[in-house]
């Protein structure tokens, strides 16, 4: 077995950016963001978790009840991510905010009382720690975001959990270390 340290990443920097959704996305893992992108701001030091969705379901045939195909159902990619910074893009994320005015430095929201289902694009970096030129790269056209689970607010530092689900069709972009 051969092994290479060189391709275990230590992908310690990342960017959240969020747009709405059918803004023009970048073509490239180095393409520019359009200004209408906005980064969701530090993350948690836990990072960011893609969970694979789905259930599997075996198909049997009537001798022996042998497993003759298996096949996934509703299958699907969501990232959770954990938000630290109170601003204005991670409110509207978690809250049903119906309207909102900032006066003289006070931003005040009239919220609904459930959650809501947020549409927009995305795009999602990661930089190697060791290596700023080890980078991978998603873009996303339609990512629906969601809470995901407990607003904490304490004396270490008030965080918002998300949940994002990729609809439909990504591009995923990485630097390949291999051939180098």
């Known amino acids: 077995m051969t092994v290479n340290a060189n391709l275990a990443r230590i992908y310690g920097d990342s960017s959240v950016n969020l747009a709405p959704f059918g803004t023009t996305l970048p073509t490239t893992i180095d393409g520019a963001l359009d200004a209408a ?46 938000a630290l910074e109170t601003k204005a893009q991670t409110n509207s994320l978690r809250y049903d905010e119906k309207a909102v005015t900032v006066t003289a430095g006070v ?24 290596d700023d030129e080890v980078k991978a790269r998603l873009i996303i056209p339609r990512f629906e ?8 607010i304490n004396t270490d530092i008030a965080s918002y959990p998300f949940i994002g689900e990729i609809i439909g069709d990504y591009t995923s972009f990485e630097t390949d270390l291999e051939d180098a």
């Open 37 to 82: 992108f906005e980064d969701v701001g530090w993350i948690n030091p836990d990072g960011m978790t893609e969970s694979l969705g789905g259930s599997v379901e075996k198909k049997r045939g009537f001798q022996k009840q042998g497993v003759i195909r298996t096949r996934v159902n509703e299958g699907g990619t969501s990232w959770a991510f954990v």
């Open 145 to 152: 975001i969601a809470p995901n689970g407990d607003k904490n």
């Open 107 to 130: 931003r005040k929201a009239v919220r609904g009382p459930g959650q809501r289902i947020s549409i927009r694009s995305a795009v999602i970096d990661f930089f190697d720690d060791d």
